[in-house]
């Protein structure tokens, strides 16, 4: 039997499941054709708060990757949605980047510079010390502490990598005691949000990624069906000492293919 039988909404990871930084992973496009020829909905899940979704389109439409505006659930879209949600009109103080800042002005969050109720933090590449200072004082005024996305480091080609969000945070829990509510992966908050919109069930959902600790985590979180590619950060040799268990583990997308 097919493992992916009765999936309706997939939503999938794209840096090392989708791309490579800049390559396409061999039968990726493909397998987002199988999808389509199935009626199929997907949904590119992202934890990158540090750009904002014309970025993705831009990138995925240049890869050969159909995509639309609806294709595309950020990290950061995500922190929108909870702020004019659940702290509506609250005043948020945010360390992030400028487009960051521009995607949650569209959800109409509040931000200021003076007195926020909350510090919210995200993948901040435009990083300096002049910020780290106001949050420090506003986290310790008594401000919420939100972060958008929980990963520690962002890879980048040649075995580098940079401090994402989640360093960013541990920064800022060290200096004062605060410890922030993050909204992104593994949070099992933008599943939910989908799967609402979609009306599906969990049974209905699958979450595809290459990290075990925030894809498949998240996934499992949610309680849908969760499936590891070894084509990006995960070794097969990670998951035996992994506590994050995937419901299936392939190669890559392009195995999935005669599953769905
Ligand atoms: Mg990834």
Redesign the pocket.
Known sequence: MKKFKGIELYLL?????IYLENELIPGAREFIGTLIEKKKQYVFLTNNSSVNKNNYLNKLKGLGIPCGEENIFSSGMATGIFLSKHRKNARVYLVGTKALEEELLAYGVRLVQDDPEIVLVGFDRELNYQKLENACFFLDQGAEFLATNADYLYPLPNGRFLPDCASICWMLTKATGKEPFFIGKPNRYMIDLLREKNGLSPRQVAII???LYT?IACGKNAGIVAALVLS??TKKEDLSVSPHRPDFVFSSVKQIIEEI
């Open positions: 990871d794209m840096d090392g499941t990624g290459d990290r894809d990006g950060e």
